[in-house]
């Protein structure tokens, strides 16, 4: 049997990839109320917002606001969604610790999201790259290919193009790459056979994947992952999210069900999950009316499950 | 990589461990529609009910009228639960293909749940042997061993005890055991663990696996039981169940997601999902007003996923 990481991230996208498919526009007080109790719960790794044009998604209108709160929490990396060099440029300036440029591995969910196809999107990852260099930032750049696992619009999405596209935005200077079921059809076969072939084009720079649950595998996807060896998985609280392109395509797995996966497991997450609980009832009570999702809160950790220990957390946060 | 089996059973309980724990007591016409819609979409394993007291659970009075029914239809192996020997000789005689007597590890939810120890049950599971074997009779006995991952009452249950009953059951005599997270405590990582080890003690004769989705992780733990060679998953219809006894143990994986996950791993189930999206649709019409679970049906099959080739058992049906 493959072994499991000892430790794994639970990155909350819930503010971006959340906060982008619900009709509530949070205000910035409560978006930076949530991201200080996710930080005082454990999580370290927080998806803040995107700098895609403020038109298009104005619920995410605050983002630059948000990294430059963010940052001042200790230990926390902030990272923000660009869809091109433009957004890389408002990273750049933001401070964000990281920038994720997604790209559709189906040309024709690329083209309807992006308006770009595949490739134009690996060159603009190369003209990120360079502005990035210029700049000396150390912004890190992260590649995410979404519909690796199929498309709402295209249907199949061979498994040669997702590797051929994470080659290529290596290949253009992103520091590593990540795989996204977009559209919730992957199940846990598919992602151990994906994932272990991008194990092997990218190693260590194959960071992270990013599972909707659409129909309930959300959670057997992350374990078919995790013994593939990647130890980052995208998340949102309560389960929110989606793709305002890709119709269906609702929910993200939910943070604190995939923390309890995980720490049941043994694999460490730094996160106490009751206080997520509690966040979780802060955001639900915020986005009333909306679609949430998730199991855990309705049962609670099971009697036997020990509270994570969390002294370290709980000091950055008094 | 362990590899995954090429055929997996998902054995219908809906009708047993599904309607004792809702309020709506279902017609006995209407279950035999159930049972006759699930043979036509595919299902070869189902639970029709359980031989206890009716007086203890009277939406399981017409048991051994069903099990008459479900008998004609060809190649169904039809089972019921009985708690003890008075069960088991109701069950002999009503012809069934399998009985299954439950032993909790836990030896306060065996307390509650069955008034009995566990080692009373094992000696008990001796008795229907020795009855089974007097009465010539072809009926299989299953013993399934509950809160084998920790329990709501006793809390922690230690895996050498659940390894203890297993064998002891095998021992007094029962043709293969499964064992059941009845409560909902079990995370992938126990599953593996506890299933390798039952599987080392009982190999082949170690027949299923059978998990509640109280927090999520139902299919994830179908999917690391997969891995240690374990083809056979209890699973309800809209993923109604839990257990009257054992508060907060809502919902079975549900069938038609189970279905959905092993066939997109290339596993074959014989179900045609569609029909059985269909019946759950009948289903939660007759059950209006009880929680119905289950994730597949709001979304849909995935484009990309051909219909399952059901020539055969639609031929059944005609």
Same mark, same amino acid.
């Given at each position: 049997?493959?072994?499991?990481?000892?430790?794994?991230?639970?990155?909350?996208?819930?503010?971006?990839?959340?906060?982008?498919?619900?009709?509530?526009?949070?205000?910035?007080? *409560?978006?930076? &109320?949530?991201?200080? =109790? %996710?930080? !005082?719960?454990?999580?370290? +790794?927080?998806?803040? @917002?995107?700098?895609?044009?403020?038109?298009?998604?104005?619920?995410?209108?605050?983002?630059?606001?948000?990294?430059?709160?963010?940052?001042?929490?200790?230990?926390?990396?902030?990272?923000?969604?660009?869809?091109?060099?433009?957004?890389?440029?408002?990273?750049?300036?933001?401070?964000?610790?990281?920038?994720?440029?997604?790209?559709?591995?189906?040309?024709?969910?690329?083209?309807?999201?992006?308006?770009?196809?595949?490739?134009?999107?690996?060159?603009?990852?190369? *003209?990120?790259? &360079?502005?990035?260099? =210029? %700049?000396? !930032?150390?912004?890190?750049? +992260?590649?995410?290919? @979404?519909?690796?696992?199929?498309?709402?619009?295209?249907?199949?999405?061979?498994?040669?193009?997702?590797?051929?596209?994470?080659?290529?935005?290596?290949?253009?200077?992103?520091?590593?790459?990540?795989?996204?079921?977009?559209?919730?059809?992957?199940?846990?076969?598919?992602?151990?056979?994906?994932?272990?072939?991008?194990?092997?084009?990218?190693?260590?720079?194959?960071?992270?994947?990013?599972?909707?649950?659409?129909?309930?595998?959300?959670?057997?996807?992350?374990?078919?992952?995790?013994?593939?060896?990647?130890?980052?998985?995208?998340?949102?609280?309560?389960?929110?999210?989606?793709?305002?392109?890709?119709?269906?395509?609702?929910?993200?797995?939910?943070?604190?069900?995939?923390?309890?996966?995980?720490?049941?497991?043994?694999?460490?997450?730094?996160?106490?999950?009751?206080?997520?609980?509690?966040?979780?009832?802060?955001?639900?009570?915020?986005?009333?009316?909306?679609?949430?999702?998730?199991?855990?809160?309705?049962?609670?950790?099971?009697?036997?499950?020990?509270?994570?220990?969390?002294?370290?957390?709980?000091?950055?946060?008094?």
């Amino acid at each position: 049997m493959p072994s499991f990481p000892e430790r794994a991230t639970v990155r909350e996208v819930g503010l971006r990839d959340g906060l982008q498919s619900v009709r509530t526009v949070l205000p910035t007080e *409560r978006k930076k &109320a949530w991201i200080r =109790a %996710a930080h !005082a719960a454990g999580q370290r +790794e927080i998806e803040v @917002g995107s700098f895609v044009p403020v038109k298009l998604v104005p619920q995410l209108a605050d983002t630059a606001e948000l990294v430059e709160y963010a940052k001042t929490l200790p230990g926390l990396v902030v990272s923000v969604l660009v869809p091109n060099l433009k957004g890389a440029e408002r990273a750049l300036a933001s401070g964000a610790d990281l920038m994720l440029l997604p790209l559709s591995a189906s040309r024709a969910h690329s083209l309807a999201n992006l308006r770009k196809t595949p490739d134009e999107v690996i060159a603009e990852a190369g *003209r990120i790259r &360079a502005a990035r260099d =210029a %700049a000396g !930032a150390k912004t890190l750049i +992260e590649g995410g290919i @979404g519909t690796a696992f199929g498309c709402t619009i295209q249907g199949e999405v061979k498994e040669s193009e997702v590797l051929r596209c994470l080659q290529g935005l290596l290949d253009a200077g992103v520091d590593r790459v990540s795989i996204a079921d977009t559209v919730g059809f992957a199940g846990p076969g598919a992602v151990r056979g994906l994932f272990e072939q991008a194990r092997k084009v990218a190693g260590e720079r194959f960071c992270a994947g990013h599972f909707h649950d659409t129909r309930g595998l959300a959670l057997a996807n992350v374990y078919a992952a995790l013994e593939t060896g990647v130890d980052r998985f995208d998340a949102s609280l309560a389960g929110i999210g989606g793709c305002p392109y890709a119709p269906g395509a609702s929910g993200n797995v939910a943070s604190e069900d995939l923390a309890f996966m995980l720490q049941g497991m043994g694999i460490a997450t730094g996160i106490d999950i009751e206080r997520l609980l509690a966040l979780r009832a802060d955001v639900a009570a915020w986005l009333e009316g909306e679609t949430l999702h998730g199991t855990l809160w309705r049962a609670g950790l099971p009697s036997t499950m020990p509270r994570q220990a969390v002294a370290v957390h709980a000091s950055a946060d008094a």
